[in-house]
């Protein structure tokens, strides 16, 4: 009998890895479902979940929606300042310039219903679940949410925060400057200011990310500040010698200042060494002023320094116009160095104002614009200001020659330039006292005066520009008729001199005051067709309407325009000039005037930059430029 041997299967060792394996995935997968069944099944929010910066892990929907409107008023919006200049946005550091609050941008949130989005979404994918949950439970990490849908933001309270933190936030420069004690000059060092934008804050207000830090990074603009060295501040200090002077809004006398001299080197590194704002404090020597508060009272005002008048025509409205800018002027007080601008003392010419329009000069055409008339007011306080021998800062003449002033005497004015400007160059305070009254217009000056001297202005005609008739054919006006259709001006070159006299008549000085350049105009007259031919049998005649004279010869002209201009003007004598416009006017003056229409003395505007005449110099020789 055979024996039969049986021998064991073996397993390779593989197969049992496989099992294994199998075993430990079958396990993990699971546990994993376990845990995500865990993550879709509790009835809480997943940990490490915020939204709008508050912790809602691990609390019910119901719990959430509770603590997301108990907290929510008290949360911080933290506001941070960079330079808009930077190409990228810096990350926030450090303590915010300013927060606000959800509040302040009239912020709603309906609790219960982002609470339930936010349990919902987490629960969305039954197999990321578990790791999305054991991501945050293990690992501490956090997961900001929020549901746009559930979130609203009042646009009228976002834009009146955004308005109130924009003024907040900005600041003034602050420049260098300096003021004098008893033995010491103190110096401001300049500081840089900064702007931001109301708009830019409200564009981050309504775009604002809930879901992340509550923070915005706002750009602001620099403002820079004006810098002075101390050698700078010296070369002002050392001749800051203020006078005592008058305060109008308190009617009261202000006292005098100092000035003083010091060691620049010193005060260099002093300020250097200083934050931006910081004062610093030198020793200094003290200078004297000339006019003391005490000297001031008994003298101030007490002296007219000079006077001017002129006649006032043209329309009511320029009438009115003459009359607003006289109010405005009057009652002005210039400190001793205080530079007067005229445009700046009676503002913008609109009709909020009371303005009107009446005729005006631009770019050589008569039109209506509003403010027309109030270069006379200016004018006459130039003259007025001559006479009270005051330093003249900036000066334009007219386009064309007025008649109210002498040649060479008038001050043309328009809002944004040109400008008037003289400086009280006396020690004492002056007031201008400016009046209308029945069709004319008076600029005093009163001030101080030290000693007898007094002013005489004269003019020199340096060359006459005579103008040209043109004629001009209209099918529109009837038969054998004419019409004006541009009054003529005649051109002059004229010289201007400021002569100075000692109080018995001698003269002390005669200096070039200005050079004035007016353009000329040509007239232009329209006519209508020829009437027809009359045979010569025939015993009727067609009457003339001529217009005679082109002022070159004796200054008689005589014309017809629609009614509106018919008189005759006659300027080789005396200056009297007699003319009728609307049926109103008699103006005269103290020189030779010309033919020209009774509106030339309105306000002449600024044309274009290529038809400009010329720039007019401040001080001294004066040139052209169309204006008021």
């Not at 021998?7 to 593989?14: D, F, N, Q």
């Not at 099944?41 to 979940?49: H, L, M, R």
């Not at 981050?204 to 700078?232: H, N, R």
């Not at 944004?416 to 009254?437: C, L, M, Q």
Request: glycine content about 8%.
């Amino acid at each position: 009998m055979e024996s039969i041997q049986i021998t064991p299967e073996v397993k390779p060792r593989s197969k049992n890895l496989v099992l294994v394996t199998t075993a430990v995935l079958a396990v993990l997968a699971a546990a994993y479902c376990g845990l995500s069944a865990y993550a879709v099944f509790s009835k809480t929010i997943w940990p490490g979940t915020s939204t709008m910066g508050i912790d809602i892990g691990g609390l019910t929907p119901t719990q959430a929606a509770q603590k997301i409107e108990q907290e929510l008023p008290d949360q911080k919006i933290g506001i941070y300042l960079y330079d808009g200049t930077e190409k990228t946005v810096p990350a926030p550091e450090g303590d915010p310039a300013a927060t606000v609050t959800p509040d302040d941008l009239g912020v709603q949130v309906d609790g219960a219903a982002l609470a339930k989005q936010i349990y919902q979404g987490e629960r969305q994918s039954f197999l990321s679940a578990g790791m999305e949950f054991f991501r945050r439970a293990a690992f501490s990490e956090t997961n900001q949410v929020y549901r746009a849908d559930t979130i609203t933001t009042d646009p009228d309270k976002a834009a009146e925060t955004a308005q109130r933190l924009a003024q907040k936030l900005s600041a003034d420069s602050v420049d260098s400057s300096f003021s004098l004690g008893d033995d010491s000059i103190r110096i401001v060092k300049s500081k840089d200011g900064l702007r931001v934008s109301a708009s830019d804050l409200k564009q981050q207000f309504s775009s604002l990310d809930w879901s992340t830090d509550l923070v915005l990074s706002v750009p602001y603009t620099t403002v820079a500040a004006q810098t002075q060295t101390a050698q700078e501040i010296y070369d002002q200090a050392a001749g800051e010698v203020k006078n005592a002077g008058y305060d109008s809004t308190t009617d009261s006398i202000t006292p005098e200042q100092v000035g003083a001299s010091f060691d620049v080197t010193q005060a260099q590194k002093l300020l250097d060494a200083a934050a931006p704002g910081e004062i610093v404090s030198v020793p200094a020597t003290v200078e004297l002023p000339t006019v003391t508060a005490d000297q001031l009272r008994s003298v101030l005002f007490r002296d007219k320094l000079g006077s001017y008048t002129t006649h006032v025509g043209g329309s009511a409205a320029r009438i009115s116009n003459v009359k607003l800018a006289t109010a405005a002027v009057n009652g002005t007080v210039l400190n001793s160095g205080d530079i007067f601008a005229y445009n700046d003392v009676v503002g913008q010419r609109t009709e909020a104002r009371g303005y009107q329009a009446a005729p005006a000069y631009v770019q050589g055409e008569t039109v209506d614009e509003i403010g027309g008339g109030v270069c006379q007011p200016s004018s006459t306080l130039y003259l007025a200001a001559l006479l009270s021998n005051l330093e003249i800062v900036e000066r334009y003449a007219h386009r064309y020659v007025p008649a109210y002033i002498p040649k060479g005497m008038d001050a043309t004015v328009s809002w944004g330039g040109p400008e008037f400007r003289f400086r009280n160059n006396t020690d004492y305070p002056i007031k201008i006292v400016a009046t209308y009254s029945k069709n004319y217009v008076t600029m005093t000056l009163y001030g101080t005066k030290t000693d007898d001297t007094y002013v005489k202005m004269t003019n020199k005609v340096l060359s006459t520009t005579s103008y040209k008739t043109i004629y001009q054919e209209d099918d529109t006006l009837p038969a054998g008729t004419k019409q004006v259709k541009v009054t003529p001006y005649t051109g002059y070159k004229v010289e201007t001199y400021r002569n100075i006299y000692s109080g018995d008549g001698t003269l002390i000085s005669s200096k070039l005051e200005a050079v004035s350049d007016y353009k000329v105009r040509n007239e232009v007259i329209q006519t209508g067709p020829a009437l027809p031919e009359v045979p010569a049998s025939s015993e009727t005649t067609t009457p003339d309407t001529p217009v005679t004279g082109d002022g070159a010869q004796d200054g008689t002209q005589t014309g017809t325009q629609d009614g509106t201009q018919d008189g005759t003007q006659d300027g080789t004598q005396d200056g009297t000039q007699t003319g009728t416009q609307d049926g109103t006017g008699t103006q005269t003056g103290d020189e030779t005037t010309d033919p020209q229409s009774p509106d030339d003395d309105t306000i002449i505007l600024l044309p274009t930059v290529a038809d400009t005449d010329t720039a007019g110099n401040t001080g001294g020789t004066t040139t052209q430029t169309p204006a008021a």
